[in-house]
């Protein structure tokens, strides 16, 4: 029994790992991407968003979304 413990365990870890390098740390890359806007946003001087906040924001929704199905998992 201990020993299909520790095997769990190795796999589950190896699973994590595997889901971080291959999916990355959504949390992490959410509050990185809205500091970026926030400083975009500091910075900008035009009346409309830029593309590079556009892009930011798709990049955000897209996370979020990718977060939303994690927490369903």
Known sequence: ???????LHT?????T???RHTFGSVG???????RQLALLREES?????????KAIE???VELAYREEIMARQ
């Open 45 to 53: 001087t035009r009346t409309g968003p830029s593309r590079e906040e």
């Open 1 to 7: 029994m201990v020993e299909l413990a520790n095997k």
């Open 28 to 34: 992490m890359e959410l509050c990185s991407l809205c």
């Open 11 to 15: 796999f589950s870890s190896a699973m």
């Open 58 to 60: 798709d990049r955000m």
């Open 17 to 19: 790992r595997w889901g």
